[in-house]
């Protein structure tokens, strides 16, 4: 009998927190590594009369992501008290959006791991469930024998999108995951760092059957830190549910937690069910009514889209996919990049020297936290160019402009000046590299005698010796013309 095949199938609930200069019901500043308890006022500690008053800013980035991801922005959207007793919230309930949520529906666009699909239109696009807004809670921190209680992040707008389950594979979950927080720090959302808790990831995992229709029993994966953490996790637990189910086994709705480092799961709890929640309208709060006037002049911010600005530089800068890979997920570095093509001829080589020798420079003058960032560099677009033009217009080897690179970098000297000073200026003198290349033609009998009968790549180790004696600075392609002028007579 052969064994029954089981495919899996994935739903992701991420929160994010909208960077907004204060918090979503009240002005206290919201932020991120103050001292315990400092970023509090009457409304986030919920002390009896405060009031909440809703934040534009948070209302205006919620339509925002929900138009970058295509989603339809509800009309009228409304808030809801999600009652639960916990230290996190001092008030035993969380503002949020049950029935209501202020986005519709909506899709990520993923490519997988090695696809080089974006040279021919768009990849698969995962479907959303909604996303609604509402409010973050405090941070527990739990000792031996007591918990510590951290009210900084509780009141901070938080977004959470909820796919449908829509999700094949951990690789799939991994792709989403990165496109989501590609297009979220490109729209200016939030920086969706995993780690500093800016992007949360629940993963809920269910197999089943091949050919079956019915989703399997699902279980709510929680402790998914980082987002390659979120592809180990849904991974481990795909095989758990696998084998209980071939072991004839079944499976119970729950939450079960990650354990990053000894890398299994572990159950927390059964499932609540939305009832005991009791979610019932906030009176304190009026609904919010969002028309189109309001829908297009955000529209209008949205920048263009990781995955689109790839096509467009593929299609209109002859870039190769390769180039464009390590481009396109960084905003400042495409932009970067635009303004070397403004001012040189070779967009391929700009993206050469960017993606290859700025990023090199950048990452070694990093620190344990990263890569320098771009802002800090003193290189600018107008170093890249005129770079690419010193060789393009034959002034300088590419050998030559690999060398200067890293001196550039560091000192923000002009590519022209460290030419100068060095004298480093590729030799079109003639009369100079005639005697050069004679005197290479008689050291170098054996490569002549090979050229001569027929042999075309000789030539080569004639040309290597004439850069050697110009110390890299021959103009190369009049260094072919000379010795093909002088072989032939
Ligand atoms: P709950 O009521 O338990 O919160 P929802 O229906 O709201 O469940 O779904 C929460 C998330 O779980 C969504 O992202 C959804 O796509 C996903 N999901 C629901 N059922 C399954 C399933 N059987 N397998 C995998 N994911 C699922
Ligand atoms: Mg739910």
């Known amino acids: 009998m052969s064994e029954i095949q089981y495919e899996a199938v994935i739903g992701l609930e991420v929160h994010v927190q909208a960077e907004t200069r204060s918090k979503m019901f009240t002005r206290v500043a919201r932020g991120f590594g103050e001292p315990p308890n400092t970023l509090t006022d009457p409304v986030v500690l919920g002390l009896p009369g405060a009031l909440p ?28 008290r999600k009652n639960y007793f916990y230290p996190d919230m001092p008030k035993n309930y969380q503002i949020s959006q049950y029935d209501q949520p202020i986005c519709l529906g909506g899709e990520v666009e993923i490519e997988l791991e090695g696809e080089t699909r974006a ?25 031996e024998n007591d918990s510590l209680v951290d009210y900084n992040r509780a009141g901070s707008p938080l977004l959470e999108i909820v796919s ?37 990831c629940d993963a809920n995992v269910s197999v089943r059957p091949v050919g079956q229709k019915e989703l399997g029993t699902k279980v709510e ?75 297009e002049r ?14 467009r530089f593929i299609e209109q800068y002859g870039l ?25 001829k070779d967009p391929k080589k700009a993206a050469n020297w960017i993606v290859n020798d700025l990023l090199r420079e950048l990452s070694s003058a990093g620190d344990e936290e990263g890569p320098m960032p771009l802002g800090n560099a003193k290189m600018t677009p107008a170093h890249v160019a005129e770079l690419v033009n010193l060789v393009e217009e034959g002034s300088i080897s590419s050998n030559i402009a690999k060398e200067i690179f890293p001196e550039t970098f560091a000192t923000g000297k002009m590519p022209a000046q460290i030419v100068d000073e060095k004298g480093l200026k590729q030799t079109s003198d003639t009369g100079e590299l005639e005697t050069i290349c ?41 260094v072919d013309e000379i010795l093909r002028e002088l072989l032939s007579q």
């Not at 829509?166 to 920086?191: K, M, Q």
């Not at 637990?237 to 572990?266: C, K």
């Not at 955000?298 to 096509?311: A, C, G, L, T, W």
């Open 320 to 344: 190769p996919y390769s180039s464009t890979s390590p481009l396109c997920p960084d905003k400042e570095l495409c932009d970067f990049f635009e303004a070397t093509v403004a001012r040189c």
């Open 164 to 200: 449908e389950p829509d999700l094949f594979s951990p690789d799939e979950v991994f792709a989403y995951l990165t496109s989501l927080r590609n297009s979220l720090v490109y729209a200016g959302i939030s920086d969706c760092d995993m780690e500093k808790g800016q992007m949360r």
């Open 438 to 478: 004679s005197q290479v033609i008689t050291d170098q009998p054996k490569a002549v005698e090979e050229f001569k009968g027929g042999k075309e790549n000789a030539i080569n180790a004639l040309k290597g010796q004439v850069m050697k004696a110009t110390r890299g600075q021959a103009n190369p392609k009049l």
């Open 53 to 80: 008053v809703m934040n534009l800013e948070a209302i205006e980035k919620s339509i925002k992501v929900g138009l970058l991801l295509g989603c339809e922005i509800a009309r009228v959207c409304k808030w809801d």
């Open 119 to 143: 040279v021919m239109g768009p990849h698969r696009k995962v479907k959303l469930t909604r996303i609604h807004l509402e409010e973050d809670v405090g941070k527990l921190t739990h000792y």
């Open 221 to 295: 994966l929680k402790n998914l830190n980082t987002i390659s953490g979120v592809r180990n996790g849904v991974e481990y637990e795909i095989q758990r549910q696998t084998s209980v189910l071939r072991e004839g086994g079944s499976l119970t709705q729950e939450t079960r937690r990650w354990n990053p480092d000894q890398r299994y799961t572990t159950a927390m709890r059964s499932k609540e069910m939305a009832h005991d929640y009791r979610y019932f309208p906030d009176p304190d709060l009026m609904p919010v009514k969002i028309d189109d006037a309001w829908i």
């Open 298 to 311: 955000i529209r209008e911010e949205i920048p263009e889209m990781p995955f689109d600005k790839q096509r």
